[in-house]
Structures are given as structure tokens and as C-alpha cells.
């Protein structure tokens, strides 16, 4: 059962995941959302949360487990 449960967590993704691309953060598996603010979007997760800040925020992609944050992105704080 071991092969099968890795298998489906490569597949389906069930971790939290952060991606940080050119002006954009990508988030897998988050729980909830704390804040959106054109400043600041906050994304919590089972072991804390997220702090996106900069200029312009805006969420391109909002999903039931998946976020893209899109902007001028100064600095992601993890508490």
C-alpha cells in the first residue's frame, strides 16, 4: 500500500506547495485566505501562513486549492 498511497500523492498533490515565478506566486493546498489587499495577500495553511506584499496584487487564478498572485511582489514572509 505504500507504492500506491505515493503515487496518489504525486498525483493528486495533497501538500502545500509554493511556487515562486517572475512577478507571480503560485500556492497549492492552501486552507483559507486571510487577507486580499492590492498590498497584501495573506494564504494560511496547516502549519501557519503565507504573507505576500507589493504593489498592484491581484489574484489571476483562484481555485479551491490553488492560488496565482500576480503583481509587483516585494517580499513572501512565512510565519
Known amino acids: 500500500m505504500g507504492i500506491i ?3 496518489r500523492s504525486y498525483i493528486l498533490e495533497d501538500e502545500f ?6 512577478n507571480k506566486v503560485n500556492i ?3 486552507q483559507s ?15 501557519g501562513s503565507v504573507s505576500v506584499r507589493g ?6 487564478k483562484l481555485m ?4 496565482l498572485i500576480s503583481g509587483n511582489i516585494y517580499s513572501i514572509d512565512f510565519r
Open 33 to 47: 485566505i486571510g487577507i486580499i489587499d492590492t498590498n497584501k495577500v495573506v494564504v494560511k495553511y496547516d502549519f
Open 28 to 30: 497549492v493546498n492552501y
Open 17 to 22: 506547495k509554493i511556487t515562486i515565478l517572475n
Open 64 to 67: 479551491n486549492n490553488e492560488i
Open 5 to 7: 498511497n505515493s503515487i
Open 55 to 60: 504593489d498592484n496584487l491581484v489574484l489571476s
